[in-house]
């Protein structure tokens, strides 16, 4: 493998040019940085990016950390990061989890290494208080409420948008409410929200046959419906994380020939505005562009971005 080492003995340049060349051109003659590129271009020599930065110091590369793309939570927030981030000159770097503690570390040793020079959770697995340690490394945002913890957010309101969705619901008449997540209260903020909401507006637990877990797409929402028609046709309303997964409970209603239940989406999504049903808007694209802007900065800063219900019948 060719080495910094090899471009300087065989182009006659000291080591200490041929790292200009790679590290501060604008102080490098024009016609020595020439020979020393042209003899790079013919040993096909590439610097070694993450010591160039650890040289440097800094890194124009925003990792942004996400258990998958499955879901349009996630695919809407890294819309607005990614268009964010176009006109500044920084690179992204989309980090795949599927919620693995040990993944999670291995970018905050990455982070360390000053491989990025931000980092955005848009979810995660592990502690938070984990998260907070690392931002010694550099600069790190999460998309949830940290409360007052020293760690950067951007983070929507969803615990009053969803009371007033349930209100709604129960206004409306219905009473066997059925929930579509991703993950249980345990591991989710937002299921712990809309659980806390489902019983200040119910007065009751939710029970747990009608909380659909692992639910991430329209395939998935009809699966869980299908399900959820052989088993509790008692259910009146659907609550489901997503508008497509929304589409998705609906066709399989219909394709079974039974009684449509009310139904609720989230994102407001173009599912949701055909087929005419309510949904909650979290403005996931807005909350990409202020985490992206929030993880450029340095300074702890936390930003809010209010949802809003939208009642269709």
Not at 9 to 27: C, D, M, Q
Not at 276 to 285: A, M, Q, S, V
Not at 296 to 306: S, T
Request: proline content about 4%; overall charge neutral; hydrophobic content about 40%.
């Amino acid at each position: 493998m060719t080495t910094i080492h090899d471009v300087a003995r065989i182009s006659g340049f000291s080591l200490g040019t041929v790292s200009n060349v790679i590290n501060h051109p604008e102080n490098v003659a024009r016609k020595t940085r020439a020979k020393i590129e042209a003899v790079m271009v013919e040993l096909d020599y590439s610097p070694n990016v993450m010591a160039r930065n650890l040289s440097l110091g800094t890194t124009r590369n925003i990792g942004v950390v996400l258990p998958n793309n499955r879901h349009p939570y996630f695919s809407y927030i890294v819309d607005g990061i990614m268009e964010a981030a176009f006109p500044t000159g920084y690179r992204v770097s989309l980090l795949p989890t599927n919620y693995d503690e040990d993944i999670e570390r291995r970018y905050l040793r990455e982070l360390q290494q000053k491989a990025y020079a931000g980092m955005i959770f848009t979810s995660r697995q592990l502690p938070l208080d984990e998260l907070v340690r690392a931002t010694r490394f550099g600069q790190i945002v999460s998309c949830e409420n940290v409360g007052t913890r020293a760690i950067s957010s951007a983070y929507s309101d969803r615990l009053p948008t969803y009371e007033q969705a349930l209100r709604w619901i129960k206004e409306s008449g219905y009473t066997q409410v059925a929930l579509m997540v991703q993950r249980g209260g345990e591991d989710s903020e937002t299921t712990r929200d809309l659980l806390q909401a489902y019983r200040n507006v119910f007065g009751r637990e939710l029970a747990d046959s009608r909380l659909r877990l692992g639910i991430a797409n329209r395939r998935d929402g009809y699966d869980a419906a299908c399900f959820l028609a052989a088993t509790d046709p008692a259910v009146d309303f659907v609550l489901a994380n997503g508008d497509d997964i929304a589409a998705g409970v609906y066709m399989a209603y219909k394709d079974n020939g039974q009684k449509i239940p009310g139904i609720m989406g989230t994102e407001n999504q173009l599912s949701s505005q055909l087929l005419h049903f309510p949904t909650i808007n979290h403005h996931l694209e807005t909350l990409g562009h202020i985490a992206f802007s929030l993880a450029i900065r340095e300074g702890v800063r936390h930003q809010l971005v209010k949802s809003d219900f939208i009642a269709r019948n």
